[in-house]
Structure formats: structure tokens, C-alpha cells
């Protein structure tokens, strides 16, 4: 089992920005496709953006144009960058990572434990 750790999160005022990161906390072979899912109070987990190992991006509706998902391959980190943001944008942050522990496994996702982001004046 990998365990991811996920930093960035917060209270921000509207129209205020938030970098969101996530990273294996031990070493691994290779990660493919890294996304961020959100989660708000009575709400069902959706997307926000998603990184394939080649950098192809997609983004949801509501992230277009105001967030921005990247990766460090070297670090093996996904970050998020959310700039403008709305009070509807409170939720708990989530990071999904698949990730090839060992050069013999085989990719299996793994979920970070989630980062509260709290847009509010």
C-alpha cells in the first residue's frame, strides 16, 4: 500500500488562489495518470483535472481557465493551481495517483486523503 500525502489546502477569500500538491510518501517506480477529484458537503466525488504521463490535460467545466494541473516527474508530485477562486469551490480536495510501485507490479490507483479548501469572505 502507498500512502500519499497532500498539502496546500485552507481558507482563501474569494478571487483569492490556492496551490494544492501530492506525492507518494516513498519511493516508486513509475506513476502514470495523476488527477484531482473534489468533494463538497452532500455532494458526489467529481473530477477536477487530470495529467496523463505524456502531459495531456483535461479539465472540468468549472476548472477551465482558473485552474491549472501539473506534474514533476522527477519529484513525482501533482499540483493543482487554483486561482480565482469561488465560494462554490469548497470542498475536500482529493489527489488520485496510478502508480507502479516496483518495476514487477502493475499500475493500481491509489487515493491521497483528501485537503479541506475553504473559499470564504
Known amino acids: 500500500q502507498v500512502q500519499l500525502v497532500e498539502s496546500g489546502g485552507g481558507l482563501v477569500q474569494p478571487g483569492g488562489s490556492l496551490r494544492l500538491s501530492c506525492a507518494p510518501s516513498?519511493?516508486?517506480?513509475?506513476?502514470?495518470?495523476m488527477t484531482w477529484y473534489r468533494q463538497a458537503p452532500g455532494k458526489e466525488r467529481e473530477l477536477v483535472a487530470t495529467?496523463?504521463?505524456?502531459?495531456?490535460?483535461n479539465y472540468a467545466e468549472f476548472a477551465m481557465g482558473r485552474f491549472t494541473i501539473s506534474r514533476d516527474n522527477a519529484k513525482n508530485t501533482v499540483s493543482l493551481q487554483m486561482n480565482s477562486l469561488k465560494p462554490e469551490d469548497t470542498a475536500v480536495y482529493y489527489c488520485?495517483?496510478?502508480?507502479?510501485?516496483?518495476?514487477?507490479?502493475?499500475?493500481?490507483?491509489?487515493w491521497g486523503q483528501g485537503t479541506q479548501v475553504t473559499v470564504s469572505s
Open positions: 488520485l495517483l496510478e502508480i507502479m510501485k516496483d518495476t514487477w507490479s502493475y499500475f493500481r490507483p491509489y
Open positions: 516513498e519511493n516508486i517506480f513509475q506513476i502514470n495518470t
Open positions: 495529467i496523463n504521463s505524456g502531459g495531456s490535460t
